[in-house]
């Protein structure tokens, strides 16, 4: 049961689980699932102009290729964490490895922009059923004392997964093509399937009498993925055409539809409406994650093409200089894990969002003669502010619900980061086509000519700049909402 403060008491241990290598085998299948899913959109994200000049396919057909995993990803979290409370973690989780393996081979043989669109939204189905279930699994055969230091482990795992994604994507399309960015996944997910079929055992004791919240996993998905459309679309169709206007109506009335429903049906909801309004830790923790990512997820993606066509570096050095951002994360996750087990999460992953927003306020002063090192350095205070924040907050999440809730927490902790990363696109994309217009994104994404190189550059760096500080306000927001978690979190 929840403790006043909002942490829970000390799991239980349950046959088999209390088994000190049953634990770490755990810890391993969870690693390498973490590892992968970041592994395939941080690989993703540097193939894509290759991808359009190999298949043909324009800017607005580009695009969907990593909406449509973010899309999928962010509408059925919560969906699938609830199906795994009630039904057991183990099948969920095994289910979506092998239908992402399948998956992936299903985009590496993709023939045209709609089949890779259509297999990369099976590939965001899978991956959350991998990421509603995978911090559950391991928060709930690992004792409080030890959550923080196992879930910096993870998070570790997943800025590992984005570090090697751009070097590792550049070398195999470079040598390879860019099909091998899926290929790659195949071997890693046989493992996965193979050691969790041998040796993972379901960590819970799911109530199988339980009905699926069904309308209220509908209208969610129905609210999110309108809502999505929208801030997607926006800056093509423009943000008063009947087509965006409509999206966010029908995202709006069936956000509200949701609401109402949770309400009605109570504990066995598929969204426990009153893990917000009744737990302030759970809440705070949330809504700082949803503001971090869509704070800084963009940076990764413009400055792709700011250093490949504004700087003119190769993709591999692209690739090099875009790996200090997350070798920081991945090697300050461990640690403010572990101090978060010792002295909380309130102050850690404030002071992170505290960084990341600096960061983001120092990019807003870049411009077309800016070096790699100017780049290195913004990009290692970003790294840095998220090394110190994810750990913690994910920590405090996880701890302030009760065992039973753990894998609707790690949905909607899933749920906030997938929704903050399609937003952080959509609203970097807004800001900037304030300067900058599509053709000039057209001819930036695809290497097209058509426009005097230097008003092209003038007019993008002009437009990432306004971006950037937009997000660093966005930033600063998150920080006030992580200093409200409470004092002792």
């Known amino acids: 049961m929840d403790r006043p403060n909002g942490k829970v008491e000390e799991p239980m241990s349950n ?33 894509l102009p290759s991808i359009a000049s190999n298949l043909g396919i324009n800017f607005t057909t580009i695009i969907w290729i990593p909406t449509t995993y973010l899309l999928f990803l962010s509408a059925l979290l919560l969906i699938f964490g609830r199906l795994a409370d009630t039904k057991g973690r183990r099948t969920l989780f095994i289910s979506g490895f092998a239908l992402f393996t399948v998956a992936s081979g299903l985009c ?12 990369r939204a099976v590939q965001g189905l899978s991956a959350a059923m991998i990421g509603a279930t995978s911090p559950a699994i391991v928060t709930d055969v690992f004792p409080n004392r030890e959550r ?55 960590s819970t004791n799911p109530e199988k009498s339980e009905k699926f919240d069904l309308l209220g996993g509908g209208t969610f998905s129905i609210g999110l993925s309108a809502l999505l459309l929208a801030l997607t679309l926006g800056p093509e169709y423009g943000w008063s055409s009947v087509h965006i206007t409509g999206l966010f109506a029908t995202s709006g009335i069936t956000f509200i539809l949701f609401v109402l429903v949770e309400k009605k049906i109570g504990e066995n ?24 990512y869509t704070s800084f997820f963009g ?40 101090l978060s087990d010792k002295f909380g999460t309130r102050l850690l992953s404030s002071a992170g969002m505290v960084l990341i927003s600096l960061g983001l306020f120092m990019f807003s002063t870049i411009s077309i003669d800016s070096t790699g090192f100017d780049i290195v350095a913004r990009l290692l205070l970003i790294g840095l502010g998220m090394g110190f924040f994810s750990s913690p907050n994910t920590s405090a999440v996880m701890g302030a619900v009760e065992k039973n809730r753990l894998s609707v927490a790690a949905g909607t902790l899933a749920t906030m980061r997938f929704v903050g990363q ?13 300067a900058v217009s599509q053709q000039i994104i057209s001819n930036l994404i695809l290497d097209l000519p058509g426009l005097d190189g230097t008003v092209m550059a003038s007019a993008f760096v002009e437009g990432i700049r306004r971006a950037f500080l937009v997000s660093g306000f966005i930033a600063a927001i998150g920080v006030i909402t992580s200093l409200v978690r409470g004092k002792g979190n």
């Open 108 to 119: 590496a043989v993709s023939k045209t922009g709609v089949e890779l669109i259509v297999f």
């Open 269 to 292: 909801a598929m969204f426990e409406i009153s893990l917000f309004t009744h737990n302030r830790l759970f809440a705070s923790a949330n809504t700082s994650a949803l503001l971090n």
């Open 15 to 47: 046959g088999n689980l209390s088994d000190t290598s049953y634990k770490w085998i755990v810890l391993l299948i969870t690693t390498v699932g973490s590892f992968m899913t970041p592994l395939d959109g941080s690989i993703v994200s540097i193939a």
């Open 422 to 434: 399609s937003m952080s696109l959509a609203v970097m994309g807004a800001v900037a086509s304030t």
């Open 299 to 338: 940076v990764t993606f413009l400055m792709s093409f700011y250093l490949q066509r504004i700087l003119n570096l190769s993709p591999a050095q692209a690739g090099l200089i875009l790996l200090s951002m997350p070798i920081v994360m991945t090697a300050f996750s461990p640690v403010s894990g572990w």
């Open 148 to 202: 923080g230091k196992v879930l910096g482990i993870n998070a570790t795992a997943v800025y590992t997964g984005l570090s090697v994604g751009p070097t590792l994507g550049g070398f195999l399309v470079q040598n390879l093509g860019w099909r091998w960015i899926f290929l790659i996944n195949i071997p890693i997910g046989i493992f996965v399937v193979a050691l969790s079929l041998l040796k993972l055992k379901e």
